[in-house]
């Protein structure tokens, strides 16, 4: 994990947050390149959920939701961690990850092992953060940040029901921020306070809530493989029946195996009714699905897929990273899938001083970026260069040189098997473009 967070800051990926104060524990920054991976991420998430589907639709709905929608959830009673103090070191640990936890005197031991840990019995501790709604404290109304966004959906769903024009089994997706004032975060980006998710509410008939569960365990893995995750890096685990959340009946967790071990990338959950069916007796608003033909009511049951941008950025990162020994040199890159690398294409003028070549690379630059994402580099030797933009994980550079400017045709390397070629100057779009759609499959061994 060390080298992962090295080349993401020394990259521009992510910083610590507030880092000229001393920083915040688990609190992070995106830099630029941060910024567009994110987005791809995003995007590819909202390209198989909605784009390619015909039976999901998008919604956008508030980080402040009315308090009642958190009490009615379960949210305000249960959504909590166990948690323990050390009397000694004075820090604090959830009650069950001890066995993943440093001792604050002693970090080679983990936290009650050692004769001076003090540990006090466990505590439940809510996760949600609170504030306040109003302009005067004794009148305001207090109020929560939301700790995941699929609440906002299925408040939402008679609204999104009756436009979308679809019937059971059709989802409601959405990506957004949420927070979560997490005992122990950690383990860089993780694990945060703050961080985007990425879910989806599936609703469905009752009779086919298993069928379409298992549906979405095997679709969610394939996505993670389509997209650049070795897939002997995951693996499902079913839950036990005491891991279950309050509203699950059913959930299975997609895990990574990360520096730090197996553990969950995204859970995939059936909800049943209880979300629809809680937020209906609450509100006295019928949350439920009325067949137009036969006039059968019911409440729809909901598979979840849940999955957070950071975590997913974080595995693409761990598993694209690569190092090798090229021409007696190490070289550091990022094998990520081209579709999800911040940027497509670096344009590269071998001479930056010589001004027609520093033309003939500024055209096609300005050509290229109404396209895709691309990068301008005249700074430093060219191997250099080449470097730069293989630790961002950029696919193809194209270098402009001295023979640009005889037959108008540039070099095209390529970032995984090095290889180079010439092609036309006005051909380079079109060839990018096309190697863009192309599928593509990780280098790396399994």
């Known amino acids: 994990m060390e080298k992962i967070v090295s080349l993401a800051r020394r990259r521009g990926f992510v910083f610590p947050s507030s880092e000229i104060y001393g920083g915040l524990g688990s609190a992070y920054d995106y830099g630029h390149y941060g910024v567009l991976m994110k987005e791809n991420v995003k995007a590819r998430w909202l390209e198989a959920m909605v784009r390619e589907r015909d039976d999901i639709v998008a919604l956008d709905s508030s980080i402040i939701l009315h308090p009642r929608v958190w009490e009615v959830s379960g949210h305000v009673e249960g959504f909590t961690d166990p948690l323990v103090d050390c009397r000694t070191c004075k820090l604090r640990f959830r009650a069950d990850q001890l066995d993943q936890a440093q001792c604050g005197r002693k970090p080679s031991k983990r936290p009650g092992e050692t004769p001076e840990c003090d540990l006090t019995d466990p505590r439940h501790f809510n996760l949600m953060f609170s504030t306040r709604i109003g302009a005067v404290e004794e009148t305001g109304l207090d109020a929560y940040l939301r700790p995941e966004t699929a609440q906002g959906i299925f408040v939402n769903f008679k609204n999104v029901a009756q436009i979308a024009r679809r019937k059971p089994p059709f989802g409601i997706a959405q990506v957004g921020k949420a927070f979560r004032n997490e005992i122990t975060p950690g383990n860089f980006i993780f694990r945060t306070l ?32 389509r997209f650049g995750v070795r897939r002997d890096r995951l693996r499902v685990r079913a839950h036990e029946a005491d891991e279950l959340s309050h509203y699950s009946t059913m959930t299975s967790d997609i895990e990574y195996r990360f520096p730090m071990g197996w553990s969950e990338l995204e859970g995939i959950a059936y909800r049943g009714d209880y979300d629809l069916r809680v937020h209906s007796e609450a509100s006295g608003t019928r949350l439920e699905w009325v067949d137009g033909e036969s006039n059968e009511r019911y409440i729809p049951h909901v598979v979840e897929p849940a999955l957070g941008v950071n975590r997913s950025l974080l595995t693409f990162l761990i598993d694209a990273y690569d190092e090798e020994v090229v021409a007696d040199r190490p070289r550091t890159v990022l094998r990520l899938h081209p579709q999800i690398a911040p940027v497509k294409v670096a344009v590269l003028p071998l001479i930056p001083r010589n001004a027609d070549i520093a033309g003939k690379a500024r055209a096609l630059y300005e050509d290229l970026r109404r396209a895709v994402v691309a990068e301008y580099d005249d700074s430093g030797q060219i191997g250099r260069r080449y470097r730069r933009q293989d630790e961002i994980g950029t696919p193809w550079a194209l270098t402009i040189d001295e023979q640009t400017l005889e037959d108008d045709t540039v070099t095209i390397r390529d970032r995984d098997s090095l290889a180079q070629e010439r092609i036309p100057i006005a051909g380079a779009r079109a060839f990018v473009q096309d190697r863009l759609a192309q599928d593509w499959t990780t280098p790396k061994p399994d």
């Open 194 to 225: 703050e961080f985007e998710q990425m879910e989806m509410e599936f609703f469905v008939p009752p009779a086919e809530a298993e069928e379409w569960f298992r549906f979405w365990v095997e679709e969610r893995v394939a996505w993670h493989v």
